[in-house]
């Protein structure tokens, strides 16, 4: 192999490396956005069940009195 053959190969590999370090921290980043979200999710889904809850209580017991 010729030096500059071997230069090319060198900055190819390196040129590799760092795309694969901006792919891996993208990936990264992605994951902690959708587990971000999955919380909100979770935490949103909570919220809905309590509002749903509460003021169907009072409506019900409002329909009984009359």
């Known amino acids: 192999m010729t030096p500059k053959s071997n230069l090319t190969n060198q900055?190819?590999?390196q040129a590799f490396q760092d795309e694969k370090e901006q792919v891996l921290q993208i990936v990264t980043h992605l994951q902690d956005q959708?587990?971000?979200?999955?919380?909100?999710?979770?935490?949103?889904?909570?919220?809905?069940d309590i509002e749903e809850e509460e003021p169907n209580e009072p409506y019900l017991i409002s329909s009984t009195e009359s």
């Open 11 to 13: 900055m190819s590999n």
């Open 34 to 48: 959708v587990e971000n979200l999955d919380d909100l999710c979770s935490e949103s889904l909570d919220l809905e």
